[in-house]
């Protein structure tokens, strides 16, 4: 019993001062093309309670600048005065190109949100400033190539689908203030007994 209360007081703690658990919505088709394979609708995650603590390679939540209310989910590769360049499905932060290996499922079959259409992407082990995270990309092109300079007090993101992308290339540099760390999936959308998608670490 007293390791159970001692846990129970640990768990209230870190909840209400460190993290909070949070549901990504399965209503917006480009968001969950977008945040695939890390990510799918219904994931339970930790988000940390503290906006604006971020790192390159960090996994964000932050405040969607077209819609009040809403959230975009991307991840942190550029800060201020860093040159971000995306060619095809390639990425480079001041001619420094993204290290890649193969993830151990070579193929992910995605929904286009504009077609709705099932098309398969490649994964890749991508590292993000010693982060390793999976990414897909596709065959075509994901959009016009890109190279910019992140502005002063701004941070650029990039989605882990750089293919059906709903990133800075769609709404542009982010104040990092207004983003919140997804630290940790408690489990996936399908339940407590999909083992491969349980207590998983985001970055």
């Known amino acids: 019993?007293?390791?159970?209360?001692?846990?129970a007081v640990i768990v209230g703690i870190l909840y209400a001062f460190v993290f909070d658990v949070w549901t990504v919505p399965?209503?917006?088709?480009?968001?969950?093309?977008?945040i695939a394979?890390?990510?799918?609708?219904?994931?339970?995650?930790?988000?940390?309670?503290?906006?604006g603590a971020t790192e390159r390679g960090f996994l964000l939540r932050c405040a969607d600048p077209d819609a009040p209310g809403r959230f975009v989910i991307a991840r942190?590769?550029?800060l201020a005065g860093e040159n971000v360049a995306i060619h095809g499905d390639s990425v480079s932060v001041d001619r420094v190109t993204q290290s890649t290996?193969?993830?151990?499922t070579h193929k992910f079959t995605i929904e286009n949100p504009a077609t709705h259409e099932p098309?398969?992407?490649?994964?890749?082990?991508?590292?993000?400033?010693?982060?390793?995270?999976?990414?897909l990309?596709?065959?075509?092109?994901?959009?016009?190539?890109?190279s910019v300079t992140v502005d002063g007090g701004r941070i650029y993101l990039v989605s882990d689908d750089i293919h059906f992308h709903d990133d800075s290339r769609d709404y542009g540099q982010i104040a990092p203030g207004?983003?919140?760390?997804?630290?940790f999936r408690l489990q996936g959308g399908t339940g407590f007994g999909d083992s491969a998608r349980r207590f998983t670490l985001l970055w």
């Open 1 to 7: 019993m007293w390791i159970v209360g001692i846990f």
């Open 26 to 34: 399965s209503d917006d088709p480009a968001m969950l093309a977008s």
């Open 37 to 51: 394979p890390t990510l799918g609708a219904g994931d339970v995650v930790l988000v940390s309670r503290h906006a």
């Open 76 to 78: 942190e590769v550029a």
């Open 101 to 104: 290996t193969a993830c151990d």
């Open 119 to 135: 098309t398969e992407l490649d994964c890749y082990r991508t590292d993000t400033s010693g982060m390793t995270h999976d990414m």
């Open 137 to 146: 990309r596709g065959s075509g092109a994901a959009g016009d190539d890109v």
């Open 178 to 183: 207004t983003c919140q760390h997804l630290v």
